[in-house]
């Protein structure tokens, strides 16, 4: 079946620190991949998106993902993190075959310590 | 501005109580999902909708159910409403294979 895990619940970075967010999936298929933020009461907000192609993808807000399909991984990545950096942030697959269906992982609490 | 609205932005009722929430999908999107977000449940696919026909099921109660009209408006009825109802109800919107694109949600509080 297929299945998103993200394993880090909650993350702690000091401003101005690199990120990076792990999301591991199981398909059995090239997946499409996403990654959202969540502020809190919002909605999520797309930030990247892996189709096909290029497997090193840019998103909004300077951040950047890696398909990297031998170790069935997209993790999420930012060089230098902001204090509005702090949400939730959630890795989803879109199944590519059969009734097309998104499956999204438990999320990554990241907080920003100034 | 995903171009998802959802209405009410939050609504308070009570055990036994029946409740609609609305969504309009982005321009130009057929398909609708509609998600639960509870603390300990996480982000729970109840339905989906494309081009006013359901197309898939996930954890739906029997007491929810939706509909997608031919405007291409939805709405999630819930009833028999108990307290573990209570939850943040998002709804997005996708054309075909595109991006999910959410709405800001509903939270709704049984008392």
């Known amino acids: 079946a297929q299945s998103v895990t993200q394993p880090d619940i909650h993350i702690t970075v000091s401003e101005g620190a690199s990120l990076e967010l792990r999301c591991n999936y199981s398909y059995g298929a090239t997946p499409y991949l996403f990654w959202y933020v969540q502020s809190p009461g919002q909605g999520l907000q797309l930030l990247l998106k892996y189709f096909s192609g290029d497997t090193l993808v840019q998103g909004i807000k300077g951040f950047e993902a890696e398909f990297k399909r031998s170790q069935s991984s997209f993790n999420l990545r930012k060089p230098s993190v902001h204090w509005s950096d702090a949400a939730e942030y959630f890795c989803?697959?879109?199944?590519?075959?059969?009734?097309?269906?998104?499956?999204f992982g438990t999320g990554t609490g990241l907080k920003v310590l100034a | 501005d995903s171009g998802v609205t959802q209405t009410p932005k939050h609504l308070i009722t009570a055990t036994g109580q029946r409740v609609t929430l609305r969504c309009s999908p982005r321009s130009g999107d057929l398909s609708v999902y509609w998600y639960q977000q509870s603390l300990d449940q996480g982000l729970q696919f109840l339905i989906q909708?494309?081009?006013?026909?359901?197309?898939a099921k996930g954890n739906i109660l029997e007491r929810f159910s939706a509909q997608q009209f031919p405007d291409l408006h939805s709405e999630l009825n819930l009833s028999s409403l108990e307290l573990g109802d209570s939850a943040l109800y998002f709804c997005a919107s996708t054309n075909s294979d595109s991006p999910l694109h959410f709405g800001n949600g509903t939270r709704l509080t049984v008392t």
């Open positions: 989803a697959v879109g199944t590519t075959s059969g009734t097309y269906k998104y499956i």
């Open positions: 909708y494309y081009n006013g026909e359901e197309r």
